[in-house]
Structures are given as structure tokens and as C-alpha cells.
């Protein structure tokens, strides 16, 4: 069955460090992926998305994530968090083949800036 | 991107009682569906929102639960019927432009069922 892992619940990081929050899938084919991200009390953005070609995808807020098939995942980074990264972050899966309907997301990651 | 828009943003509710949300798009879309996110968990599809025809719903949810209505392509009902505390969560809607097109979300409904 389709999946989508992230190993971590919970990270915390200092303003100005850097981040990488993992994603991992279960897929048959290759699939579309996904960063969404959530601040509290608010719906869900689109951070940056993989449906083929260049496998280091840039998004927006100075985010990128990179697909590597071999190793079924797709981690998200910043070179330099800030304080308004705070938020919960989820990675999507969707099914390819032009099918973006059917989208599973992982548990999320929660994600906590000190100053 | 489609802006969208919930009514209401929260609600507190009753058990045994409904309560109908609305998902209003500023644009044509081809595709709406709603999700459930449970308190603490991750978003889960509850069914597609099909214009002019039943809403197909995945696995676990119904439509005497969750009846759905889209009568035009800009605009989508959810009703949570006969609640229950456990119906206690975010409901989202989502939209997009046609096949292959990325999923853009709306600012969710908190519902929270006493």
C-alpha cells in the first residue's frame, strides 16, 4: 500500500540554523510529491512540488527538497531558519500520471524556532 | 493560484446536531474535495466533491455522514450530520485546475462537538 513517512514529530532548531526534515514513500511508480506547510489556526501552502525533471526542486520562503528515487525520498531544507518558519510541515504523495487527486500525506513535523 | 474561502472558521456544536460548511472559490475549478484532520493527526480525503453529481467518497466515510453538494464550479457544501464528539476536527477543502494540476487548500473549519 501507498505510504508516506516522516520520522520525525518534532524538531527544534535555533534562528539561523539550518533544517532538513525528512520524507519518505511507498510508491509503485514515481509518484508527485509534495511540501505543504501549516501555522497554527491556518489552512495548508503549497511549499514546492516534484512531478519530474530536475530533482532539486526550489519553493517558495527559500525552501528546496530533493527527490531521490534510490532512496524513496524527498527531504525538505533551508540554509537558515527564521522565526516565522515555526509551523507544521506535511509531505504529500500523489499518484502520478497526471493524477494529482488522490493525495496521501504524512503524519507531519512539527517544527519549533528558538531565538 | 485559486483563492478559496470557508464558512464558518469555527464552530462549536452540539452532539446529535449538524452542521453544513461551505467552501466558495474565487475562480473555475474542475476538482474540489474535502479532508479531515483529526486533532494531532494528518489529513485524511473524505471525498471528492463532483459538480452536478453524487460526491465519490474513499474508504470509511459515507454519504448519510458527510453528505456533500457541488451545484456549480465554484462553490462546495460539506454537512457533518449527527455529531459526535469524535467528529471534533479540521475540515479542509482543496481545489484544482484539472488533471495533473497541485491541490491548493482552503483556511480549514475548526469544529469542535460537546
Known amino acids: 500500500a501507498q505510504s508516506v513517512t516522516q520520522p520525525d514529530i518534532h524538531i527544534t532548531v535555533s534562528e539561523g540554523a539550518s533544517l532538513e526534515l525528512r520524507c519518505n514513500y511507498s510508491y509503485g511508480a514515481t509518484p508527485y510529491l509534495f511540501w505543504y506547510v501549516q501555522s497554527p489556526g491556518q489552512g495548508l501552502q503549497l511549499l514546492l512540488k516534484?512531478?519530474?525533471?530536475?530533482?532539486l526542486v526550489q519553493g517558495i520562503k527559500g525552501f528546496e527538497a530533493e527527490f531521490k528515487r534510490s532512496q524513496s525520498s524527498f527531504n525538505l531544507r533551508k540554509p537558515s531558519v527564521h522565526w516565522s518558519d515555526a509551523a507544521e510541515y506535511f509531505c504529500?504523495?500523489?499518484?502520478?500520471?497526471?493524477?494529482?487527486?488522490?493525495?496521501?500525506f504524512g503524519t507531519g513535523t512539527r517544527l519549533q524556532v528558538f531565538p | 493560484s485559486a483563492v478559496i474561502s470557508q464558512k464558518p472558521s469555527r464552530d462549536i456544536c452540539q452532539r446529535g446536531t449538524s452542521l453544513t460548511i461551505q467552501c466558495q472559490v474565487d475562480?473555475?475549478?474542475?476538482?474540489m474535495f474535502w479532508y479531515r484532520q483529526q486533532p494531532g493527526q494528518s489529513l485524511t480525503l473524505i471525498a471528492t466533491?463532483?459538480?452536478?453529481?453524487?460526491?465519490?467518497?474513499e474508504s470509511g466515510f459515507v454519504i448519510d455522514k458527510f453528505p456533500i453538494s457541488r451545484p456549480n464550479l465554484t462553490f462546495s457544501t460539506l454537512t457533518v450530520s449527527n455529531m459526535s464528539p469524535e467528529d471534533s476536527s479540521i475540515y479542509l477543502c482543496?481545489?484544482?485546475?484539472?488533471?495533473?494540476?497541485?491541490?491548493?487548500f482552503g483556511p480549514g473549519t475548526r469544529l469542535t462537538v460537546l
Open positions: 504529500a504523495v500523489g499518484p502520478g500520471g497526471y493524477n494529482t487527486d488522490k493525495l496521501i
Open positions: 466533491a463532483n459538480q452536478g453529481s453524487e460526491a465519490t467518497y
Open positions: 482543496s481545489v484544482t485546475g484539472g488533471q495533473g494540476d497541485t491541490q491548493y
Open positions: 516534484y512531478f519530474s525533471g530536475d530533482t
Open positions: 475562480s473555475q475549478v474542475t476538482m
